[in-house]
């Protein structure tokens, strides 16, 4: 029999871990929690070295609701700077972020001071931040909890899994195609699911998804146009990716 190599022996004792994460107190979550149907998410890593740090933010939702979200944000007291650097307008805006890095109380260092593993670029709605975390098997669960507990913060656990056991639909989960579509988006996707708008003999029309919605026919099109897109582009990097 083969000797198994390190990478390979460690693998097989991962689980994949979802929290969601109140973080109590910061800006990201005081905002989110005033805005749900906005998400923002980090896409970059941080940078600088001084106490100002920088990193680039999307925040995604109503193109009338985005503006007002970036205002209220930048008034946080650990932010410097959160300036557009994609025009404003749009359903989707790139933000530079910078913020005194002595005030900001990061939930991955916190995950990075108890030596664990986390995917990069959280997703943040409605003032819960999503953070999927990579656990070793001495790695205690309950111990990363109280820790992140015993800051002020509230974590509800979604999902844990052995990572030999997830399916490729799992799989495509995890890029993070419905995590990053707002609350209306889903709604809208899943009533014209449910309507049979995606069927093969086409069951409704995007007038029975804004009459189920309550929402006027463009508004129900710009819901579902947004949310397919995103899914779309998501499911095309998934599928170019290859067997997994």
Known sequence: MAEETGTERMSDRMREVTLKVKHNGQPECRVSERYPSVTMRSVSSMTGRTTERKRIIEVSGDPETVPKF????????????????????????FVALTFNAREWDSIAEQFAELGVHYRTGTVITGGWERWTLYLEEGDDLSTIIEALESRGNDVRLVRQVDTRELEPSSRFEQVGALHDLTQRQREALATAIRAGYYGHEKDAGVEDVADELGVGTTTAWEHLARAEGKVMDDLGEFLDAGPQ
């Open 70 to 93: 970036i205002d209220d944000f930048r008034d946080g007291d650990p932010i410097v700077a959160a300036e557009p650097v994609t025009p404003l307008g749009e359903p989707t805006v």
